[in-house]
Antibody, heavy 120, light 110 residues
Framework: QVQLVESGGGVVQPGRSLRLSCSAS????????MHWVRQAPGKGLEWVAF????????YYADSVKGRFTISRDNSKNALSLQMNSLRTEDTAVYYC?????????????WGQGTLVTVSS | QSALTQPASVSGSPGQSITISCSGT?????????VSWYQQHPDKAPKLMIY???NRPSGVSSRFSGSKSGNTASLTISGLQAEDEADYYC??????????FGTGTKVTVL
């Protein structure tokens, strides 16, 4: 069965960096595009970033553009999110998610999420 | 990209039908067939319920159905059950090559 397991969350000070990881199993990782989606405490879902199946195409939400970088290693079935210049408003549960379509159209599986808290 | 607009809450009695609306623009909901719906129980990950406006993934109950008219999409839950009590989010692909989610709707089973 499809499994997505995020790690790397924690408490970090504003302006610092953090790297999230997602380990994928139960499917052919290299055949699927992937997303990161976040959810601030008590708030709704916010799409963060997308990467195509081969890593050649990447897109970001305006709120993180220039600060966050999505990447993948298909040889290790791993997805990453490098987060720099963190702000208090980046505090959220970050979900790794698989794209269920051939291109960006919808998410069909989600990980359980990892909490990132940005606070001084 | 502004969030799609959903009612904050919708309620119904067991067995009834309810409909959740999702209002966007011609740059997202109205411009594409790529509207999806997600169910999220407290402290759980979201679950895909509908994709491409009206398609149900394998394993999702036929009590869930989706539709779209113009810039507004809708999710209907028929034969409401206690287990349907959750938050529901719509989502759409956009002209900005991004995804935009709805504001979320809390469904309460009375």
């Amino acid at each position: 069965q499809v499994q997505l397991v995020e790690s790397g969350g924690g408490v970090v000070q504003p302006g610092r960096s953090l790297r999230l990881s997602c380990s994928a199993s139960g499917f052919t990782f290299s055949g699927f595009a992937m997303h990161w989606v976040r959810q601030a405490p008590g708030k709704g879902l916010e799409w963060v970033a997308f990467i195509s199946y081969d890593g050649s195409n990447k897109y970001y939400a305006d709120s993180v553009k220039g600060r966050f970088t999505i990447s993948r290693d298909n040889s290790k079935n791993a997805l990453s999110l490098q987060m720099n210049s963190l702000r208090t408003e980046d505090t959220a549960v970050y979900y790794c998610a698989r794209d269920g379509s051939s291109w960006f159209w919808w998410i069909d599986f989600w990980g359980q999420g990892t909490l990132v808290t940005v606070s001084s | 990209q502004s969030a799609l607009t959903q009612p904050a809450s919708v309620s119904g009695s067991p067995g009834q039908s309810i409909t959740i609306s999702c209002s966007g623009t011609s740059s997202d909901v109205g411009g594409y067939k790529y509207v999806s719906w997600y169910q999220q129980h407290p402290d759980k990950a979201p679950k895909l319920m509908i994709y491409e406006v009206s398609n149900r993934p394998s394993g999702v109950s036929s009590r869930f159905s989706g539709s779209k008219s113009g810039n507004t999409a809708s999710l209907t839950i028929s034969g409401l059950q206690a287990e349907d009590e959750a938050d529901y989010y719509c989502s759409s692909y956009t002209t900005s090559t991004s995804q935009v989610f709805g504001t979320g709707t809390k469904v309460t089973v009375l």
